[in-house]
């Protein structure tokens, strides 16, 4: 009978998790599919522009989402990981379900609108231009970036996702 219980518990789980949306995030251009950051995409240090952020495409946005956050990281070098290189929210209509954000410029604090700096990028200290998001910047030595994805309902996390920018 035990084990009776436990495959009907197995199955009530599944089927609950079958049913349910996670949050999920795909990249809106080609160019940010392969396993390297874009050249035209990183710091002014080693482009002729500064770099921007990805478009990208949202589906499966919880119910009460108010804004979506994007915490930038070089998960390679330890004094920018964890949002070193700025954490940007996009305020979103209440209950949408899909949608796609836009890439945002580097190195500046102007924004286009719906779109505000949380943390802007740490890497001023490291002599950057000052903004809310720095492209990658490691000079082509293999660092890792990724954007962790949180939908928010004022401070409370109501689901996440990352994506892995690539390599630079």
Same mark, same amino acid.
Do not use: Q
């Given at each position: ?96 379900? #899909? ?32 903004? #809310? ?36």
């Amino acid at each position: 009978m035990k084990k009776l219980g436990i495959i009907t518990s197995i199955a009530a789980f599944t089927a609950f998790n079958l049913s349910a949306a996670d949050l999920s995030a795909t990249f809106v251009d080609d160019i940010w599919k392969k396993s390297a950051v874009p050249n035209t995409e990183v710091c002014s240090n080693f482009n002729t522009k500064p770099g921007a952020t990805p478009s990208i495409a949202l589906e499966n946005i919880p119910d009460n989402a108010t804004k979506i956050v994007l915490k930038f990281s070089d998960e390679t070098f330890k004094g920018m990981r964890d949002g070193g290189h700025g954490v940007i929210a996009y305020t979103i209509a209440k209950n949408s379900k #899909a949608l796609t954000i836009p890439s945002v410029k580097g190195e500046t604090f102007d924004l286009p609108k719906g779109f505000s700096s949380e943390i802007a990028h740490r890497a001023e200290k490291f002599g950057k231009t000052p903004g #809310a998001y720095l492209a990658p910047c490691s000079g082509g030595k293999g660092n890792t970036y990724s954007v962790l994805i949180k939908a928010m309902d004022g401070d409370k996390i109501l689901d996440a996702t990352s994506l892995t920018l690539g390599t630079f």
